[in-house]
């Protein structure tokens, strides 16, 4: 539970905004105008976390203890699941290295790695084309 996104306030909200935004969720969730049957736990709620937020003694503890959490959240996230830049350098290599033709002389297998060069008529019809390796800089010839 976070006294931030119960009071709908920012980390840097200034006093006077939590303030002002607990009198109007407060106004908006008291039991006695909220008919909802979680208008009295969501009411505790937002008078938890505002006698935490407008207390700077106790927000700076909470705070530390938000940081500690996530230091702690992002250290197990990165030891036991890979984030979305490893899965999408993944995905990017095993494209690139399905699309690729082989170099002779690198073994390079690689699209991106590879220029075409220009095609001349017979090359065209017999539908093989010529590569340069940017790696080592050799030509080869591809069947496509």
Known sequence: MNYYDILQVSVHAE?????ATYRR??????????????ATKKMQELNEAYSILRNSQKRKEYDNQLKNNQAID???KSSTEPGWLDMLMTFAEGMNESLGEVCPN???KS???QSHLSQN???IFTHQQ???CLKCGC?????Q
Do not use: M
């Open 25 to 38: 969720l407060s106004a908006k969730y008291h039991p006695d105008v909220n008919n909802s049957p979680d």
């Open 111 to 113: 699209r991106i790695t």
């Open 139 to 143: 030509v080869f010839v591809i069947q």
């Open 106 to 108: 690198c073994g390079t």
């Open 121 to 123: 008529i017979l090359e």
């Open 15 to 19: 006093v006077e905004v939590i303030e």
């Open 74 to 76: 992002d250290n197990s």
């Open 130 to 132: 010529k590569v340069k």
